[in-house]
């Protein structure tokens, strides 16, 4: 009896003890797709090519990652596309918060974002009013909101899709001030910004990411950052509350896996993002790009932090109206 014991024992261990080794074994077998919902050139776009080049330059990954743009309806068809991947263990999704307001604006989708897989959050980004340059008349909030409402729907803002969060942010601003724009939609950040350097809309709440390159060069200006305090590369832009006014808005920078990926994988892959979450590279870039980096949150403590976000959104698309976000 002792030795049918003690045997039981030793196969148990044995077993735990290769559990335990394929855990830490698991790697890519193939090249790992990492999805952007979102187009070429906007925040999300820049992240994701960043995160590849560190992966590379850092020799993290024994298969390279194949950075690709599914923009279509808004991040729909990234989230239909990784839904369609349910049990893929090769393929990530750099989210932004269309994670959330996507599915819960075009329900017909049938996205479910909570059977996602968390891995990792990477940053939180940040949100600025932002005019052309030669808008000598304005140089503030008080003066943006006087030409707005003497402009009344020729007002041109141009944001990242129809639901998303430039969206929101921009009906968020209608119901405070009481005026009503014209919002025009695009499929990423980077085009935005290229049309508020041509002159094609009139304003936008890009991220400092997707303006920084053109406030640099003196094309464009920031008047107010939606933030709870004023980001280290803006010292001299006020906030909204600063102004009296209470609107306070971020974008979550996170990376997802399909629903049913395997632990495995998600074990390796939150290892991988955090090495590129603390290297220099990325913290610097969060500081000279105005992202605030944080801490580190991945597995159970991302998902937490998505159903938080999730419910903060659909209450968000319910005070603002959906017909407001979608300009239906």
Known sequence: MFKKLLTSAVIATALAAFSTSALAQWSPRKPIEMIIMAGTGGGADQIARLIQGLIEKKNLSPRPVIPINKPGGSGAEALLYMQDKAGDD???????????TTPTI??????????????????????????????????DLDSYVAAVKEAGKAWKVGGTGSGQEDSILTAMMENEFGYEVTYIPFPGGGTVAKNLVGKHIDSTVNNPAEQNEFFRAGDTKPLVQFTAERLPAYPDVPTAKELGVDIEYYMQRSLNGPPGMSEEAQAWYIDLFKQVFDSEEWQQFCVDDGLDCGEWSAGADLADFHAVQLKRHVELIESVGAAAITGE
């Open 106 to 139: 075009q329900k017909e989708l049938g996205i479910d974002v909570t059977q996602f897989t968390p891995i990792g959050r990477m940053a939180i980004d940040n949100f600025l009013l932002w005019v052309h340059d030669d808008a000598a008349e304005i140089n």
């Open 90 to 100: 090769h393929t990530v999704l750099v989210t932004l918060n269309s994670f959330y």
